[in-house]
């Protein structure tokens, strides 16, 4: 890895570990199976991507969930409940990984497909693994905000444009071969780590 000045994490499946059969299973107990057909996290469903496009609202998503299938009475916050089931927790030595970075003087960021209800739990889970994200990240980037999706270029060149980071000198750390390849296309160092993996060790030079 050449040097690096700044780091941009992705969450579910980098920092946040996740467990999709958790929230399948969850939306089979609230009676609704065929969303839990649906649940991808590499390829989200149509109403999924499009709430983390920010172009439908969250209620708006718990909306076609419940006509797709037929359970009017599921309410929202149970449908955002069996859909944070996905997120199991923040690994506290990622956290003491990412403020021993910081020390270092690395600028840190997230870029996250994700929605605002997904991101009221991970706020939470944080703050519990002991850092909250204001404190952790220079600045955090999320898609429904942006109202662009990884892997395209655009968000990628929202982010560059609004933090100042240099690619060339930015690792990109993600767990998506296609969202890895299009950061590598703009030009930042990149790397996609297994489930669940230390990587700890890219860093052991410059921590050092």
Known sequence: MEEI????????????DLDAERCIDAFRRLGMPQIAELINPYHPAAMIGEMEHGLITFHEACERMRAASGRREVTDRQIGEAYGEFLVGVPAAKVRLIEALRRRGVRTYVLSNNN???MKLIRRMFAEAGCPMERLFDRVYLSYELRELKPSEAIFRKMIADSGMEPARTLFIDDSERNVTA?????????????HEDFSHLFDGLLR
């Open 183 to 195: 950061a590598r296309a703009v030009g930042f160092q990149v790397y996609k780590p297994a489930p």
């Open 5 to 16: 000045d700044s780091v941009v994490f992705d969450l579910g499946g980098v920092l946040v």
């Open 116 to 118: 605002p209800s997904s």
